[in-house]
C-alpha cells in the first residue's frame, strides 16, 4: 500500500515559490525522520532537506537559505517550503521517511518542479 503521498508540484517562474506536502502514515511519521531528496534529469538523487521527530533540521548548502522543511506531528504531515527558487531547482522531489529504529525506509512516488527562467 502507498505510505508516502507527495503533492504541491508544480511549474513556477524563477523567483517563486512552492510548498511540497508530503502525508504519511501514522505508524510510519511518529517514528522517522522525514525528508526531501530531488533528482534531475541525468543527475543521482540528492538531499535536500531532513527533518528529525525532534525538529532538527538539515538541508543541502545550494537550499539552505531559500528552503525550510517542518512537520506536523499532528497530521502525520511534512512540508518543504520553497523559496527564490532557479532553474537548477527543477527535479523530481521525493518524500523520504527513514525509520532507523526498525532499519526501514520509505520512498513516495514524486513530485514534479520545475522552474522556468
Known amino acids: 500500500q502507498v505510505q508516502l503521498v507527495e503533492s504541491g508540484g508544480g511549474l513556477v517562474q524563477a523567483g517563486g515559490s512552492l510548498r511540497l506536502s508530503c502525508a504519511a502514515s501514522g505508524s510510519i511519521f511518529s517514528t522517522s525522520t522525514m525528508g526531501w531528496y530531488r533528482q534531475a534529469p541525468g543527475k543521482q538523487r540528492e538531499l535536500v532537506a531532513t527533518i528529525t521527530r525532534g525538529g532538527n533540521t538539515r538541508y543541502a548548502d545550494s537550499v539552505k537559505v531559500r528552503f525550510t522543511i517542518s512537520r506536523d506531528n499532528a497530521k502525520n504531515t511534512v512540508y518543504l517550503q520553497m523559496n527564490g527558487l532557479q532553474p537548477e531547482d527543477t527535479a523530481l522531489y521525493y518524500c523520504?521517511?527513514?525509520?532507523?529504529?526498525?532499519?526501514?525506509?520509505?520512498w513516495g512516488q514524486g513530485t514534479q518542479v520545475t522552474v522556468s527562467s
Open positions: 523520504h521517511a527513514d525509520q532507523w529504529m526498525k532499519n526501514n525506509e520509505y
